[in-house]
């Protein structure tokens, strides 16, 4: 039998109760919410201020920042910052000439200026302006780090060192490796089988072996080979072996954007009559490659860290340049000079990893908005 | 409405002869042969798997056929990328899940084809992309991104994608069959007044209100053989093959 109908009067909306509301609303409903959960919030804030307050007593409260050997740090419980202020120009230009420090300052002046560009918006002629200083940049960079044009002294790579030979190197490893990895991704989706397979081989050899081999091979094997290969300058061949080697990790990445793409987006793409390379150029790719950001910045992160291996090979980058200085006979010491060193290698790597990780959080925050709204 | 009887061959528009098509081994399409005249509403229905969006998707390649021959406005389909690039400048296709380009505003979405295909220039496209936005009542939401919007509004901006090609046959695969309930006949009514100008259509729906307003034939599929061709009424009053009788009182049951 039916029951009886019930009308509803509408409802208007109210406001949430208010003990959700506010301050110490949130404070209670995130962190107080019940016995347990109190528990864990109090031993996490216990165990972060104890770190902070270790921390901060030992790089800053008792750290020695000046000083010119082993000896100005005596205390045991502090940083000795002295070694870093003390060995910074070696950090900042490596072995290159006094007389062309003005031009390792003007690449980092640019290289800092160009990051800028990607995260100030210029309205409008945002992406003109980006595009100039992408270009623009390596250009520029090329002859002020190598001289050889409108009177610059030549600079022999081998003399760059510190931090410019890392960012060098990762630059190149970096934005050599994507444009590779991207054709590499591009043929190992691709339907014919020769090519096909010859990327997908491609891919997994260099997937299958250890970075150091490959580094090793390029620089102290190749010249034996190829007897050609010796007139390549040797950070050059480190640098495409960078580059290879990473492709492949970059090639990966790519191939998981392109099969996020859906079936229908190809079949919409054809039914208005596009061609593959206007499919893949202005449907596919502008969508697989936004997919790719989290795990291409994470590939990123990683090459970046990985330059320090070429320390390996005789190469003097960040991480080179303090272990030869803590090897000093000047910095011999008790072992908190060697904590000091590398906790400022750590510090240095963590800012710009960490600097580019945001980055790539804001460009996923960008493109959900024009995905979802 | 036209008589089949009065049709002459030049008024064919799309003619299959003896098609054939395999997915493996799986038999999808079995010695079809069809014939749509200029201006012809034709809607295909039958259980799914039966092979009706299989056959109409050949008809711009995005299926091959292996046997027989499929001509489409005088251009027989083969595996030359010219033909099929030519035919698929004159086919327009609406999908079951839309499929905008996600990352492009509505406007773009209209703008990317003009320009790249029909090498418009881009102001020109925008104001073409205008006008059918207009006709499918969404050129208030020209700058939004297709995520924005409802499915029904999806599907009619994907109409309107398909139509500013200037295309001179229109498929429609399930086009209703993904959207909320309340969402299906504004999408219907735009498909209606497109019928009513004349455009060839080939049209794979269970709206059967739709099919008994504009379709001029209803052919019924099934295991990859067109089983029934009809008028619609006759159809779906009183159907003549078994499983087409079978087919429809399952429908109406649901």
Known sequence: MMTDSIIRDHIPDREPPIK??????????NLFSTWYHSIITLLLFWAVSNILVFLFDWGILNAVWVGDSAKSCPNMEGACWAFITDRWKLIVYGLTPAESHWRINLFYALAGITALSFVIS????????????????PVVSYFLLLGGILGLSNIEPDKWGGLVLTLVVACCGIFGSIPLGLILALGRYSKLPVIHYVCAGFIEFWRGVPLIVVIVTFVALLPIFIPDGAKIDVVVRTLIAFAVFNSAYMAEVFRGGLQSINAGQFEASKSIGLTY??????IVLPQAIRNSVPALVNTCISVFKETTLILLIGFSDLLGIVQISLEDPTWLGPPHIFASGYTFVAIVFFIFCYGVSRYSRRLENRSNLSNEG | MKDKENLDDGDTIIEFQGVNKWFGNFHVLKDIDLNVAKGERIVICGPSGSGKSTLIRCINRLEEHQEGRVTV????????????DA?????GMVFQSFNLFPHLSVIDNLVIGQHLVRKLPKLEAQEIA????????IDDQADKFPGQLSGGQQQRVAIARSLCMKPKIMLFDEVTSALDPEMVKEVLDVMIDLAKEGMTMLVVTHEMGFAREVADRVMFMDEGQIIEENKPDNFFDKPESDRAKLFLSQILHQ
């Open chain 1, 277 to 282: 390379w206007q499919m893949m150029g202005y």
């Open chain 1, 122 to 137: 210029f309205g409008k002629y945002s992406s003109k302006i980006r595009t100039v200083f992408f270009i623009g940049f």
């Open chain 2, 73 to 84: 406005d005088g251009i027989e389909l083969t595996d030359d990328v010219k033909n099929i």
């Open chain 2, 130 to 137: 205008i006008n059918y936005l207009k006709r499918v009542q």
């Open chain 2, 87 to 91: 035919i698929r400048s004159e086919v």
């Open chain 1, 20 to 29: 959700n509301r506010g301050l110490f609303g949130w404070i209670r409903v």
